[in-house]
């Protein structure tokens, strides 16, 4: 049976290149993968740091089970241009930063130790998408994803693609394509459900590199849908005169369509809300492990209600695909580009990472669209015929989408995804239309008819905006989103709208506040929500969650001329009362005048509840407030507005109790200055102390900053198992202490 086991640790990593790396091994760190070349401080750094040659180095030693075996190293994802050595001959060469790629051993293994060198490239090379142009995010250099060895008998299977074709019958019908290297062998495949329990099987004697075996007639199956995401897997071994390989995939019963009238998920209606998300933390770059791989998945799903995430602008990590799959998170997934086009090659290289995702990830029921075109570039017929050509060849099940920003663009994909960045457009010279939030569809498309259509960019740079901004900015970034979500949801013909973004993100010197951050988040890099955050998680059910939100800091001189009016509450109530002091009380219902297709609306105090002398004038005392939430006329949620905010604890919290130590894995805490109700002091900004013991290492400085009253961190893993101590203090607060186990 093939033999599959994690690759990352015992690396040498070393500054720069030279021919004899290729055949001895150089005094280096050592490191364990996935790994960062160069981390970065939070902001204000210069990103050509890690724009050079690195290389990585690692012993193989031989060990009898190669004997006669398929031996190969597979590389999930290294920024970028990589090639591999082994013993100093060259056995693979990979340009993209995105994609997998495998280096393949057999034959070149001796007995005793077997140097493995691995150059990579961290420069922004033209002949190598993204690059060319300006892109308005960060390519961490290193080797950043994990590292497999792989042993397989040299009769093996090589992948396997899974269809449900008629996923919406009684009696359904799955079809696997096992892709086989030098097949001839016995093939059996089998069905499994989650328990493991067989609900199917199929054998056939086999002698192409390709077989397709039919299941038919199969009842008593799930879909996979969003609140119920039911996985089952498909398990081929193959045994030949060689030994016995085996793989097996997890897949869902669904269908995904989306038409000029909607998008339809298992045939009925879905509107999609969703945020586009990159693949990036502060200091450590691209290079997080596992658990912080899924649990972005889990943000987006869970404390953000959304039901889609775009990965842009690229494939992203097999972590959090898999977990979107499990926990039921849309995915439109999409090639790595922003912009710019290169030539001949480029191009060429670009219809190369088309085939890699799709046949990476075409598996996973969570992706319902592949983005097949450069994000938000120009027009290229011949380039985007032949990207649409090679995604409906590898995978007729699902649509191609490209995301522009242009109007009237050619339009070669099955839906027409697009940018909308109209609201907030009137600020421009020239402009003189009022503002709207989004335009109608064949504005935008320049078509005479309705085409399946989505948006996928608002927001973002049309109003960026930091978590601790004044009052006012905060809640107009909250008012852009809610608007855009309500004309989404207000016209059927609009698939549905991802926000940009999830979280602000370090960029290049030419784009963000000109301190390497994009500050376009609902959330922080942190992942510590801004209130537009809770626009989205306002919009759930509250049978899943009651959201109730004041976007307020609560303070009668923050907000020009002072006071607090209008006052937003983002909730999912039927009803919100607010009470100020001990006398003034006002219950408000959802403002459905203004959003009327909402799921949720929010409520909205203004001057139609409150007069001027009923919140106190200018000058008079400042009085406590109360926000409750009601629905079906009972209370269900109250919190407490203090009129005299002062540092009442320091809150420190860890997204769970134990860190994987057998990989490497990271986990974060969230450092919160809090008043005496519970809310964070937005303008506190003083450093805490960060100190670790036991087998975790600290990501970032020991000293970070409150920013807003909050800041955050990662804890890694070293490799060994026991207890983790976390200490942050600070002269104004008391000591907090974590305890964490590594497992």
């Known amino acids: 049976m093939r033999k599959t086991t994690l690759f990352n640790d015992g690396w040498t990593f070393l500054d720069g290149f030279s021919e004899e790396m290729k055949t001895q091994i150089q005094p280096g760190a050592e490191v364990r993968l996935p790994h960062n070349a160069v981390d970065l401080p939070l902001n204000y750094f210069d990103e050509t740091s890690y724009q050079r040659v690195f290389t990585y180095q690692k012993q193989l030693d031989w060990q009898p089970e190669f004997e006669g075996k398929e031996v190969s190293i597979q590389f999930d994802g290294a920024m970028a241009n990589a090639v591999v050595w082994v013993n100093g001959l060259e056995v693979a060469a990979h340009k993209d930063g995105y994609t997998p790629f495998e280096a393949r051993l057999t034959r070149h293994l001796k007995p005793g130790g077997n140097l493995i060198t691995v150059k990579i490239d961290g420069s922004e090379n033209p002949e190598i998408p993204p690059f060319g142009g300006r892109i308005d995010y960060l390519t961490y250099a290193g080797i950043y994803r994990d590292a497999w060895l792989k042993v397989t008998e040299p009769v093996h299977i090589r992948r396997l693609k899974i269809e449900t074709p008629d996923a919406l019958s009684h009696e359904k019908t799955v079809t696997v394509r096992v892709d086989m290297a030098e097949a001839e062998g016995l093939l059996n495949v089998q069905l499994k459900d989650a328990s493991g329990t067989v609900i199917a099987s199929l054998e056939k004697t086999v002698s192409a590199e390709s077989e397709t075996l039919f299941f038919t007639g199969l009842t008593g199956l799930s879909l996979w849908e969003p609140g119920?995401?039911?996985?089952?897997?498909?398990?081929?071994?193959?045994?030949?005169?060689?030994?016995?390989?085996?793989?097996?995939?997890?897949?869902?019963?669904?269908?995904?369509?989306?038409?000029?009238?909607?998008?339809?998920?298992?045939?009925?209606?879905?509107?999609?809300?969703?945020?586009?998300?990159?693949?990036?933390?502060?200091?450590?770059?691209?290079?997080?492990?596992?658990?912080?791989?899924?649990?972005?998945?889990?943000?987006?799903?869970?404390?953000?209600?959304?039901?889609?995430?775009?990965?842009?602008?690229?494939?992203?990590?097999?972590?959090?695909?898999?977990?979107?799959?499990?926990?039921?998170?849309?995915?439109?997934?999409?090639?790595?580009?922003?912009?710019?086009?290169?030539?001949?090659?480029?191009?060429?290289?670009?219809?190369?990472?088309?085939?890699?995702?799709?046949?990476?990830?075409?598996?996973?029921p969570s992706i319902i669209l592949w983005g097949v075109r450069i994000n938000e570039s120009q027009d290229n017929h011949a380039f985007y015929l032949e990207t649409n050509r090679v995604a409906r060849a590898l995978d007729p099940t699902r649509q191609t989408g490209g995301v522009r920003y242009i109007t009237d663009s050619e339009f070669l994909e099955d839906v027409y995804t697009m940018n909308d960045f109209i609201l907030g457009d009137e600020e421009l010279p020239g402009r003189n239309r009022g503002r709207i939030a989004l335009r109608d569809q064949q504005e935008c498309t320049g078509l005479p008819r309705k085409v399946p259509y989505m948006i996928t960019e608002y927001g973002g740079h049309m109003y960026p905006t930091k978590r601790h901004d004044q009052e006012q900015r905060q809640a107009e970034h909250v008012t852009r989103h809610l608007q855009v979500l309500n004309a989404s949801y207000g016209d059927p013909s609009i698939s549905g709208s991802i926000g940009w973004c999830m979280f602000d993100y370090n960029t290049h010197k030419d784009f963000g506040s000109g301190d390497r951050i994009c500050h376009h988040g609902v959330m922080d890099v942190f992942r510590e929500p801004k209130f537009a955050a809770h626009v989205y998680a306002s919009q759930c059910d509250p049978a899943d969650e009651v959201i109730l939100k004041p976007v307020t800091f609560w303070a009668r001189g923050e907000r020009n001329i002072g006071g607090i009016l209008p006052l937003i509450v983002l909730t999912n109530?039927?009803?919100?009362?607010?009470?100020?002091?001990?006398?003034?009380?006002?219950?408000?219902?959802?403002?459905?005048?203004?959003?009327?297709?909402?799921?949720?609306?929010?409520?909205?105090?203004?001057?139609?509840?409150?007069?001027?002398?009923?919140?106190?004038?200018?000058?008079?005392?400042?009085?406590?407030?109360?926000?409750?939430?009601?629905?079906?006329?009972?209370?269900?949620?109250?919190?407490?507005?203090?009129?005299?905010?002062?540092?009442?604890?320091?809150?420190?919290?860890?997204?769970?109790?134990?860190?994987?130590?057998?990989?490497?894995?990271?986990?974060?805490?969230?450092?919160?200055?809090?008043?005496?109700?519970?809310?964070?002091?937005?303008?506190?900004?003083?450093?805490?102390?960060?100190?670790?013991?036991?087998?975790?290492?600290?990501?970032?400085?020991?000293?970070?900053?409150?920013?807003?009253?909050?800041?955050?961190?990662?804890?890694?893993?070293?490799?060994?198992?026991?207890?983790?101590?976390?200490?942050?203090?600070?002269?104004r607060f008391s000591p907090q202490h974590l305890r964490l186990t590594a497992v």
């Open 228 to 364: 119920n995401p039911v996985l089952y897997t498909a398990e081929a071994v193959l045994t030949s005169s060689t030994g016995t390989d085996d793989l097996s995939s997890t897949f869902g019963f669904r269908t995904a369509e989306f038409t000029p009238e909607g998008f339809l998920l298992n045939g009925k209606p879905f509107k999609i809300r969703g945020l586009n998300r990159h693949q990036a933390w502060p200091y450590s770059g691209y290079a997080m492990g596992k658990r912080a791989q899924e649990r972005d998945a889990e943000i987006l799903k869970e404390d953000l209600k959304c039901n889609l995430v775009r990965t842009s602008h690229y494939p992203q990590s097999p972590w959090f695909l898999d977990h979107c799959d499990r926990i039921g998170l849309l995915v439109f997934e999409e090639i790595p580009g922003w912009q710019h086009i290169g030539g001949e090659e480029w191009q060429a290289e670009s219809v190369r990472n088309v085939e890699r995702m799709i046949e990476r990830d075409w598996n996973h």
């Open 573 to 731: 109530c039927d009803e919100v009362e607010l009470a100020y002091g001990e006398s003034v009380v006002k219950r408000v219902g959802p403002d459905r005048s203004t959003y009327p297709h909402l799921p949720h609306a929010p409520v909205v105090f203004d001057r139609r509840h409150f007069s001027a002398d009923e919140l106190g004038l200018w000058g008079m005392q400042w009085e406590d407030g109360r926000v409750t939430g009601f629905i079906d006329g009972k209370p269900v949620m109250t919190v407490r507005l203090t009129s005299s905010p002062l540092p009442a604890k320091l809150q420190v919290e860890a997204d769970e109790d134990t860190v994987t130590a057998g990989h490497k894995d990271q986990v974060r805490v969230i450092v919160r200055a809090l008043d005496q109700t519970g809310h964070i002091l937005p303008f506190l900004d003083e450093p805490v102390h960060v100190s670790v013991t036991g087998p975790a290492r600290l990501l970032g400085p020991d000293m970070p900053v409150l920013t807003g009253g909050t800041t955050g961190f990662w804890l890694e893993s070293t490799g060994e198992t026991g207890d983790i101590g976390v200490t942050v203090s600070s002269p």
